[in-house]
């Protein structure tokens, strides 16, 4: 294992001093319970909005706390879902009497350990909401089974709803808002190599030069299937095929749209994914309204790309453009 | 080593527990590679590591108050879906154990409220690949046991939680993160089913 860390112990730890320092005009540290706090959090009337998970994602969800977006994120070990102790803390720091939704991803832990978290806030005077994200269209939803895992759709969930609860919307407006872009979001992924959890020591798994594989989520976990190696161009339609198919897109549809990179696979190949994937949409009658190509829900560095569509409309492109002022995505301010 | 069971038994219970988890955290994560996120040793090595540090630092009375408190440091410590399912297994355990004294049926009475609230957690059933899948056949077998004492249905609750951890390899999951591999899934043993097998064996080695 090759990293630049002092010990595999204090990964989260010491990132979580280094982004203190790096953004303490932005952000406040609750170190002892692992929590990105919004510097100027609880705002008085402002729905709080939480989220959290594993670490090892960066710049999700610490890098998207701040104005436009997160009031707090909680921050596990690498993989591994918060407990509701941090979980608890965030939401009772963020509270501003408008009540708190938790952004949750559809993970098994995740949802336990948020559910047992609201549970103890209930108990308290805080109201809280919660969505969970289910986006993921390489798993077969099924009743029977642990569903569809959250992955692209919640970066851009989060910068949306992330607007509409500073323009002062109420928590029954954003949890609707919420759950309606969970709706109209889906996202595929595939790996080029495995990442290495830094407590774990070596891959979480291994991959031929010759081969990808194709349906991963964010944990380094392997996917659906493994193919052989492609090229970009086939590796989109590889992405972006099940996408269309499941919502359905069709054509006169607008979308916002990420090319999402997975840690390890450099800028020049994702533009050269997006370029593939735009011309796939522009193929099949749908306009891209807005989009994001770059490293935004990662996978340690894992390399490969996810590409995420949320179908979008003036109120949704009219949310994105607002302003937003976290480290991992800056504009209009 | 009687019919009943001493707070200081459930102590060493859990000091066994966590020796066991700790040597076994390589192979646990290991297990978790091949069908989950690579982190279920570490995690319950950690958590196990805190409720040794919170025995040290604490007295209890009785069973219920020492496992009210290690379920609490679990749920604190563990996060993943293991803190939880732990978690809640040891507070509703130690729900049911009351302040007497804890004979072979009063445990086999708490072990199923533990189990209980496994299944209400995770909403998991036999059959989909998880540590239920050790569990309902361990409780099935401990009662069957129970009036042989608690050295027989212990020792039966941990051999049969073992052959249902087995039967559970071949299965396709449909909870928990090896749910997302699909059929990729058969032929790996479940980690949780493993952990829990761990703990029922650390049970037959210290409560009787």
């Known amino acids: 294992m090759k990293k630049l860390i002092n010990d595999p112990a204090d990964v989260v730890s010491q990132a979580l001093l280094g982004m203190e320092v790096a953004h303490g005009d932005r952000l406040r540290v609750d170190h002892e319970h692992k929590v990105v706090f919004r510097k100027d959090a609880p705002r008085s009337g402002k729905v709080g909005l939480v989220s959290g998970g594993g670490s090892g994602h960066e710049p999700m969800h610490g890098g998207y706390v701040g104005l436009g977006m997160l009031d707090a994120a909680c921050c596990g070990e690498v993989f591994t879902s918060p407990v509701p102790d941090q979980m608890l803390a965030a939401t009772t720091g963020v509270d501003g009497g408008a009540g708190v939704l938790h952004i949750v991803k559809n993970y098994t832990g995740d949802v336990m350990n948020f559910e047992m978290a609201a549970e103890l806030a209930a108990d308290g005077d805080v109201q809280v909401r919660s969505v969970v994200v289910d986006d993921d269209v390489a798993v077969q939803d099924s009743l029977y089974t642990a569903g569809r895992r959250g992955v692209g759709t919640t970066v851009l969930l989060e910068k949306l709803v992330g607007a509409a609860a500073e323009s002062g919307r109420s928590l029954d407006e954003v949890t609707e808002l919420a759950t309606r872009i969970n709706g109209v979001g889906r996202s595929m992924g595939l790996a080029l190599t495995s990442c290495t959890v830094p407590a774990a020591g070596k891959p979480t798994f291994e991959l031929g030069d010759d081969e990808m594989e194709l349906g991963i989520g964010i944990h380094g976990e392997p996917g659906r299937k493994r193919v052989p190696m492609t090229s970009a161009a086939e590796a989109a339609q590889l992405l972006v095929d099940p996408i269309l198919t499941d919502l359905p897109y069709g054509t006169g549809d607008s979308v916002i749209a990420m090319v999402n990179g997975m840690g390890g696979t450099p800028l020049i190949e994702l533009y050269i994914m997006y370029g593939e994937v735009q011309r796939l949409l522009e193929k099949a009658g749908i306009t891209v309204a807005r989009c994001l190509v770059g490293n935004y829900i990662t996978s340690l560095e894992m390399a490969g790309c996810s590409v995420t569509l949320v179908k979008a409309d003036d109120e949704l492109v009219g949310l994105w453009d607002a302003p937003v002022n976290t480290p991992g995505l800056r504009w209009g301010v | ?208």
């Open chain 2, 1 to 208: 080593m009687g019919d009943t069971i001493e707070v200081a038994q459930f102590s060493d219970w859990m000091r066994r527990y966590a020796g066991v988890i700790h040597e076994n955290a390589a192979m646990l994560t290991e297990l978790d590679s091949a069908i989950g996120d690579a982190d279920h040793g570490s995690n319950m090595d950690r958590g196990m590591s805190a409720v040794v540090a919170a025995l040290e630092a604490g007295e209890f009375a009785s069973g219920a108050d020492l496992f009210k408190k290690i379920g609490m440091t679990l749920v604190s410590s563990v996060g993943g879906a293991s803190g939880p399912l732990y978690g809640t297994f040891f507070l509703r355990f130690g729900g049911k154990l009351g302040d007497g004294p804890v004979d072979a049926q009063a445990l086999g009475v708490a072990l199923r409220a533990g189990v209980e609230g496994i299944v209400q957690r995770g909403k998991a059933e036999v059959g989909d690949k998880t540590m239920i899948d050790a569990w309902a056949p361990a409780l099935e077998a401990y009662d069957a046991a129970a009036p042989d004492g608690l050295d027989a249905a212990l020792r039966a609750a941990a051999e049969a939680g073992a052959g249902g951890r087995d039967a559970a390899t071949p299965l396709v999951a449909r909870k928990g993160r090896a749910s997302y591999l699909g059929e990729r899934s058969a032929g790996h043993q479940d980690p949780g089913a493993t952990s829990s097998v761990l703990l029922l064996e650390a049970a037959a080695a210290t409560l009787a």
